[in-house]
Nanobody, 122 residues
Framework: VQLQASGGGLVQAGGSLRLSCAASGRTFSNYAMGWFRQTPGKEREFVAGITWSGRSTLYADSVKGRFAISRDNAENAVDLQMNSLKPEDTAVYYC????????????????WGQGTQVTVSS
């Protein structure tokens, strides 16, 4: 499956952004999806994940209550709505896919999109 992330940008603290990830190549509904982020010098970290059906979601503690992941299997897309953004949310954000369930470990995802930069100014 090929993934293409979009929607990053520059926003002030307290603002919102919506990231999108478009999938192609294979049956999208076969895959659990995750959003990860990475800053220079740090490891890539889990942000949010959603099961193939969309019935279950997982979030990192740092984004709970502020971010929401959703998917549309008919449109082959997964979104990440980010609200109440903080400067510490600044990172390159990546979408990823794996067969079977959501995992926190980025090493468990074989398919990755290119990153999209999110910058939150204070």
């Amino acid at each position: 499956v090929q993934l293409q992330a979009s929607g990053g940008g520059l926003v002030q603290a307290g603002g919102s952004l919506r990231l999108s990830c478009a999938a192609s190549g294979r049956t999208f509904s076969n895959y659990a999806m995750g959003w990860f982020r990475q800053t220079p010098g740090k490891e890539r970290e889990f942000v949010a994940g959603i099961t193939w059906s969309g019935r279950s979601t997982l979030y990192a503690d740092s984004v709970k209550g502020r971010f929401a992941i959703s998917r549309d299997n008919a449109e082959n897309a997964v979104d990440l709505q980010m609200n109440s953004l903080k400067p510490e949310d600044t990172a390159v954000y990546y979408c990823a896919a794996r067969e079977s369930g959501v995992r926190y470990d980025p090493g468990r995802y074989p398919y990755w999109g290119q990153g999209t930069q999110v910058t939150v100014s204070s």
